[in-house]
């Protein structure tokens, strides 16, 4: 056979050790600067090893992009689910699913920081790649999180003609303030504050969504 081997030819572990520290390397010199060369010393394998099992640096980014991705939002839909999955009390249940949600990104540093490389070298970017990350990744969020709202005002607690369009409220609201506050993870915030934000911000969706007469209510 001749050409490059394609990744089932590789071995998992050093397939393993070229994502982590590809991972690293572009979330600290960016994609631009990041090179190959770096990446596999990073690794401790040969140049040619990684193109045993990436075409090249772009693929290599692709991959670890969308699996760091695809991690993040697994995570994140445990979450939903945990808090979610039944009521009990609206604005305390939301609340919690926020600060958990706002937790995870420092469960992620490394993907984190290639978000925030997305976010500053976009232009520099292949679309494509671009693309595929905002479909896999936490960017679309709130697609996941409108079915639970959608299942809260069937029970008569929330009051919503656009589920999507209250999922990005939502996640405007509190992990985004966060997020843009802290630039991904990368500045902390006092707990007591991120509280305060995610708080004021559960009950601000409130405010505008909440049922006006809630079952049980006189």
């Known amino acids: 056979m001749t050409g490059r081997q394609t990744e089932p030819y590789g071995r998992p572990d050093k397939r393993q050790a070229i994502m982590r520290a590809a991972r690293r390397v572009f979330g600290r010199d960016g994609y631009a600067r990041a090179g190959v060369d770096t990446i596999a010393a990073e690794a401790g394998v040969s140049k040619r090893t990684i193109y045993n099992h990436f075409t090249d640096k772009q693929h290599l980014f692709e991959t670890v992009a969308l699996e760091g991705a695809h991690e993040v939002t697994a995570a994140i839909a445990q979450i939903m689910d945990r808090h979610l999955h039944k009521?009990?009390?609206?604005?305390?249940?939301?609340?919690?699913?926020?600060?958990?949600?706002?937790?995870?990104?420092?469960?992620?540093?490394?993907?984190?920081?290639?978000?925030?490389t997305i976010e500053a070298e976009a232009a520099h970017i292949p679309p494509a790649i671009l693309r595929a990350w905002t479909d896999a990744g936490p960017q679309t969020g709130h697609l996941r999180l409108a079915p639970y709202l959608r299942r809260i005002a069937g029970q008569g607690l929330l009051e919503i003609d656009d589920a999507d369009r209250a999922a990005a409220h939502l996640t405007l609201l509190t992990i985004t303030d966060i997020n843009q506050q802290t630039f991904y993870g990368a500045v902390p915030l006092p707990e007591e504050k991120v509280s305060v934000i995610i708080a004021s911000g559960v009950r601000a969706f409130l405010r505008i969504y909440a049922a006006s007469s809630p079952p049980g209510s006189p």
């Open 87 to 116: 009521i009990v009390d609206l604005e305390e249940d939301l609340i919690a699913f926020s600060l958990d949600r706002v937790a995870a990104v420092t469960a992620f540093p490394d993907h984190f920081a290639l978000v925030r």
